[in-house]
């Protein structure tokens, strides 16, 4: 029945649901706690070294953790050479790491920090090789209790380092490590993963095309995470009380990271999908975007409404101005959600040169744009030149994707919904008169627009459920 791909995708997107949700929304929870327990200043130290890290992890894997998944994922490939060769390849990455650390100590505001950095970056890569791996093993339940014990040792790290032990910002980093190094060892040893593990099983040729494919991923990702690291980069370098303004802004990605945690979530399991399901795959994949894109501007319409007074029970009185920051930030939020659904098709195809050349240029446009709007409209532009920079990858992508998969994007209700969410976040940032009911209109306009295609999905999917 054609109906059960989208049972398959409902069901593993629970799944991960269960799995993900508690532990990539920790951030979220951990932020007011930030917030009463480190300056904004110290926050925004602490948070340019996670920014290094977010740039640098994707080289020491040298992209094995996507290979990992992907190839996993193929039934005529051995798991256990597959899995060799990914730690093999995590090693051989972090090696090269080692021997630039004299260039990794030149980086801005990283004294007393570069082996912190280090082990961070090597435990984080460990972590996601095997949650990668366990994936691919199709374990998804495995992976739903290390996601929520996970989210259990992080809390406990982060009080134990900030509130009992009081070590500052630095306590942020560690309390990740000791949470991810655990949640590693859980899964190598639940998993049996050294059943996997056999150094006589590496596969010179498997690895020269699992680096084919991953290699290009690697820029890619960075390019990607540029978009996210570059803002704080420019805002603390470029404005007076830089790294103070830097703490503001990082909380302000607060409401954009709820876009982003339930994009997440949805696109492990639709990757899944997007791979195994090949029967009518056009209409598949169109279908599911309508439905995707509604939701993403549904829910960035309802929290951006609601962003002042969220900001002012979340954080405490010095960071609340953090709110005048987060509106683009989720519109910037949800074309990133719509970028990363039509990445797929590449990772489909096989095709990651695509993915490298768009998430280049947006990483470009980011650079550019940043530097220019920030000194002209301080940390809003750099949540502007987010916003402009994501929604130039997704029109690549668009444009680019329909010789690989010719789906339907609906254009004409994309611009409506974008044009409806673009006034609302203006209306807000400036304060007009009445800023509340001109954004609740524009909220239900969006609400009106998109209700018809998710009641549709719904109802499919609970007759399928009651047969």
Not at 104 to 128: C, D, H, M
Not at 225 to 250: M, P, Q, R, T
Not at 277 to 287: N, P, T
Request: charged fraction near 15%; glycine fraction near 6%.
């Amino acid at each position: 029945m054609p109906v059960d791909k989208y049972k398959r995708l409902f069901s593993n997107t629970l799944l991960f649901a269960v799995s993900n949700f508690s532990a990539k929304m920790l951030s979220f929870f951990l932020k007011p706690l930030y917030s009463y327990t480190i300056s904004n200043a110290d926050m925004g130290q602490a948070n340019q070294i996670i920014n290094y890290a977010t740039l640098l992890l994707p080289v020491i894997c040298l992209g094995m953790d996507f290979a990992v998944l992907r190839f996993g994922l193929d039934k005529t490939q051995s798991k256990t050479r597959v899995f060799t060769n990914g730690v093999v390849g995590l090693a051989g990455g972090f090696a090269v790491m080692v021997l630039l650390v004299p260039a990794v100590r030149l980086l801005p505001n990283t004294e007393g920090y570069v082996a912190t950095l280090y082990f961070y970056l090597l435990i984080s890569n460990g972590r996601r090789l095997c949650a990668q791996f366990v994936r691919a093993k199709d374990m998804l339940r495995l992976v739903a209790v290390d996601g929520i014990l996970t989210s259990l040792t992080a809390v406990l790290f982060n009080v134990l380092f900030l509130v009992v032990l009081k070590v500052g910002p630095i306590g942020v980093l560690w309390a990740t490590m000791a949470s991810d190094f655990c949640s590693a060892v859980f899964l190598f040893w639940a998993a049996n993963l050294r059943r996997n593990l056999h150094l006589r099983r590496y596969d010179g040729r498997l690895m020269r095309k699992m680096l084919a494919y991953a290699l290009p991923l690697v820029p890619s990702l960075m390019c990607w995470n540029v978009i996210y690291s570059s803002d704080h980069l420019f805002v603390a370098n470029l404005l007076e009380n830089g790294k103070e303004l830097d703490g503001l802004f990082y909380y302000s990605y607060s409401i954009a990271s709820i876009m982003q945690v339930v994009a997440s979530i949805f696109n492990e399991a639709w990757q899944l999908s997007a791979v195994t399901e090949e029967e009518g795959r056009e209409r598949f994949f169109s279908r599911v975007f309508g439905i995707y894109q509604g939701v993403m501007f549904i829910g960035a319409a309802g929290l951006v409404l609601l962003c002042r007074p969220f900001f002012a029970v979340y954080v405490n009185e010095a960071s609340y101005e953090a709110w005048r920051y987060s509106p683009f930030l989720t519109l910037g939020a949800v074309y990133s959600c719509l970028g990363g659904f039509l990445n797929t098709i590449y990772m489909v195809k096989k095709r990651s040169g695509l993915s490298l050349m768009t998430s280049a240029a947006g990483a470009v446009c980011n650079c550019v744009l940043n530097f220019v709007l920030i000194l002209w409209m301080g940390v809003n532009g750099a949540a502007l030149a987010t916003f402009l920079s994501y929604l130039l990858i997704f029109v690549m992508r668009a444009v680019n994707t329909r010789g690989l998969l010719r789906m339907d994007y609906s254009p004409l209700k994309l611009a409506v919904n974008t044009a409806l969410l673009v006034t609302e976040c203006v209306l807000l940032i400036c304060e007009v008169p009445l800023w509340g009911l001109w954004c609740s209109l524009c909220a239900a306009g969006v609400l009106a627009l998109n209700f018809g295609d998710l009641y549709g999905m719904a109802r499919q999917l609970l007759r399928r459920r009651r047969r």
